[in-house]
């Protein structure tokens, strides 16, 4: 519920690096005609590699998002496609409430899981801008009772090679989530269900995807700044910005207009309405509220650093193998695939991404109401895959499926 990153990891709950999909309505800067041509033949050369938004591209995106909605079976999806120069693809498809049969539009809140990574990632590295905390500091000068704490370093739980346990694997913690969804969990709390377990390897030695890394982190910055984490991305991170409505809730609230959240991770695996669970499980890893105006802007700022040094950026940008992920790589809570630099995000009912393409300037950014995987991948992901071999066949964003466990 709190975070995958192949689609957000493997683990009972999960927040993390996900793609997100389409669905199938109406909205946008482009309207796509039935008697478009193929915006295969419309997409054609383009330099850097991305094709003029044309009626005849938004009609191929469109037949591909309602494709995947369709197959993934997801209720409502918004996306957004934009690069300099080429125009806009904007849209909204499916519903927002299966109950009522309100239309999803793009101007909905939503939730967006693992994306918090990356604000909270971005506070950490203002602080080491600021010099009140180093990337190759270990995590037991700033929280106490770390297993291996005087080893692992800030940097290696930003780009998730601390080999700690992930607390939402736990299994006690799956049944206190899924047993009482809207309790509200502090950050010790989470802890203390990944300290019960030895380390998974050395610090340093694997990659790892892992709440825990990101809930230590937000500790680490609330302990630097003196401030809450929630204030501190506030004021240091979403307002500098320019964001408008994105926020870090102090529990299940959830700012109207919003989109309803459907799940299976659930006690008995049936799907449920998680618009109002508690995303507090998640905290520095996953609680985090925005739209899509904010996450379009967030995905420039994330992928070019304008809130930080060109220095700290570059660190920030050094990805490395992210396990056996084929042409991707993980950095300072951000992920490369295939050129798309940004990350996702997944937890209970709502799903996300929002990645950066330095060669086009392009954005894309996919946000959905369900997590429910289709044969073990995730439908962001599989939104991201069948966007961007329309749009940037060179730079497919792909992450593979997960086996499926058997039944």
């Keep these: 519920m709190t975070t995958r990153w192949r689609g957000v990891m493997a683990g009972a709950a999960a927040v993390g690096l996900v793609v997100v999909p389409l669905g199938a309505g109406s909205a946008g800067a482009l309207d796509a005609r039935p008697g478009a041509s193929s915006a295969v033949a419309a997409a054609t050369p383009a330099a850097d590699g991305f094709p003029k938004l044309t009626p005849a591209v938004a009609a191929e995106l469109d037949a591909a998002v309602r494709e995947v909605m369709t197959r993934a079976r997801v209720p409502g999806v918004i996306v957004a496609l934009s690069a300099p120069g080429k125009g806009e693809y904007v849209r909204a498809f499916g519903v927002a409430d299966k109950a009522s049969g309100a239309p999803?539009?793009?101007?909905?809140?939503?939730r967006i899981g693992s994306e918090t990574k990356t604000f909270t990632v971005t506070a950490?590295?203002?602080?080491?801008?600021?010099?009140?905390?180093?990337?190759?500091?270990?995590?037991?000068?700033?929280?106490?009772?770390?297993?291996?704490?005087?080893?692992?370093?800030?940097?290696e739980l930003a780009d998730m090679r601390s080999g700690?346990?992930?607390?939402?694997?736990?299994?006690?913690?799956?049944?206190?989530?899924?047993?009482?969804?809207?309790?509200?969990?502090?950050?010790?709390?989470?802890?203390?269900y990944?300290?019960?377990?030895?380390?998974n390897f050395a610090p340093g030695a694997e990659f790892e995807y892992c709440n825990t890394n990101t809930v230590l982190l937000g500790l680490v910055v609330e302990k630097a700044s003196g401030s809450t984490l929630a204030d501190y991305i506030t004021d240091h991170v979403v307002k500098p910005a320019g964001l408008k409505h994105t926020v870090f809730p102090a529990g299940a609230e959830f700012p109207a207009p919003h989109a309803h959240g459907y799940t299976n991770q659930t006690a008995d695996g049936k799907t449920a309405d998680a618009t109002?669970?508690?995303?507090?499980?998640?905290?520095?890893a996953g609680a985090m509220i925005s739209d899509l105006p904010d996450l379009r802007t967030w995905a420039k700022t994330l992928a070019t650093g304008t809130l930080l040094t060109p220095a700290t950026q570059a660190q920030r940008l050094k990805v490395s193998a992210a396990g056996d992920l084929p042409d991707t790589g993980y950095g300072l809570g951000i992920f490369n695939v295939e050129g798309w630099i940004g990350h996702n995000g997944s937890l209970p009912g709502y799903q996300s991404l929002t990645v950066y393409l330095p060669q086009s300037q392009a954005t894309m950014v996919v946000l959905l109401n369900t997590d429910i995987a289709h044969e073990g991948a995730e439908p962001s992901a599989l939104f991201g895959e069948a966007i961007t071999k329309i749009v940037t066949p060179q730079h497919v964003f792909r992450l593979p499926a997960q086996p499926e466990p058997a039944t």
């Design 164 to 192: 700690l346990f992930n607390y939402s694997a736990d299994e006690g913690f799956f049944k206190a989530l899924t047993g009482d969804p809207e309790r509200s969990f502090t950050p010790q709390q989470l802890l203390a």
């Design 194 to 199: 990944a300290f019960r377990h030895p380390v």
């Design 124 to 155: 950490l590295l203002r602080l080491v801008d600021e010099g009140k905390v180093g990337l190759d500091d270990p995590v037991g000068k700033y929280v106490a009772g770390v297993p291996n704490g005087d080893r692992i370093t800030l940097r």
């Design 276 to 284: 109002d669970w508690n995303p507090s499980w998640g905290w520095a």
């Design 104 to 110: 999803m539009t793009p101007g909905l809140n939503m």
